[in-house]
């Protein structure tokens, strides 16, 4: 199994308040992204980064903002958080771009109240 | 709008018998298929993958087809076995699309009866 881990694993917090979300690699992977997964819509990318510093946005970034400073740190924080916010987020690694293999992380389970 | 669709929510089939999953993509630009496996409580597995240079790959009992005119591939089982139940999740990408992420499609939830 690749090496990532997810914490925290459970988080439930109330509406407004900020969240943040950390996956941690050991591959040395350069490329990392997190994804939600609702009832009736399978996976869904939120942001990803292709580097140290180096981020975009996916399909459902509205309300996350995430950072890389570190190759094998990638946190996603919810700045103000929302009940459409309550989902299972996973993380996932690649070693190269497109036309690769993605490894997920175990996923964080948030419950917005 | 979908560009990558399951059709099947759920499929039973029998121990020892052949699953069959299907999925059904519209992005042209989409050049690269995998599937994963989830189980409840756990992040999506890797399965197996294919490339659109091949219509068939294969994996001890795991076997992915594409159909790139129909564009449509599936997974066959066989034989199945009891802890291939699991939701099943096709997913693409375009090798040139950089490192923008899998699109998923929304899952098959596969049950092997005994």
């Known amino acids: 199994d690749a090496g990532i881990t997810q914490s925290p694993r459970h988080k439930v917090t109330e509406t407004g308040t900020p969240v943040t979300l950390r996956c941690h690699q050991t591959?040395?992977?350069?490329?990392m992204y997190w994804y939600r997964q609702d009832p009736g819509h399978g996976l869904r990318l939120i942001h990803y980064?292709?580097?140290?510093?180096?981020?975009d946005k996916g399909e459902v970034s509205d309300g996350y903002s995430v950072s890389r400073s570190k190759t094998e740190d990638f946190l996603l924080t919810l700045e103000s958080a929302t009940s459409s916010q309550t989902s299972v987020y996973f993380c996932a690694i690649s070693g190269l771009a497109g036309g690769e293999t993605q490894y997920f992380g175990p996923g964080t389970r948030l419950l917005v109240l | 709008d979908q560009q990558v669709k399951q059709n099947s929510p759920s499929l039973s089939v029998q121990e020892g018998r052949i699953s069959i999953l299907n999925c059904d993509y519209t992005?042209?630009?989409?050049?690269?298929f995998l599937w994963y496996k989830k189980y409840p409580a756990e992040g999506p597995t890797f399965l197996i993958s294919i490339s659109s240079i091949k219509d068939k790959n294969e994996d001890g009992r795991f076997t992915v087809f594409l159909n790139k005119s129909a564009k449509h591939l599936s997974l066959h089982i066989v034989p199945s076995q009891p802890g291939d139940s699991a939701v099943y999740f096709c997913a693409a990408s375009a090798v040139s699309g950089g490192a923008d992420g899998l699109t998923f499609g929304k899952g098959t939830h596969l049950i092997i009866q005994p």
């Open positions: 992005n042209s630009m989409f050049d690269y």
């Open positions: 591959e040395n992977h350069r490329y």
């Open positions: 980064s292709y580097g140290v510093k180096d981020t």
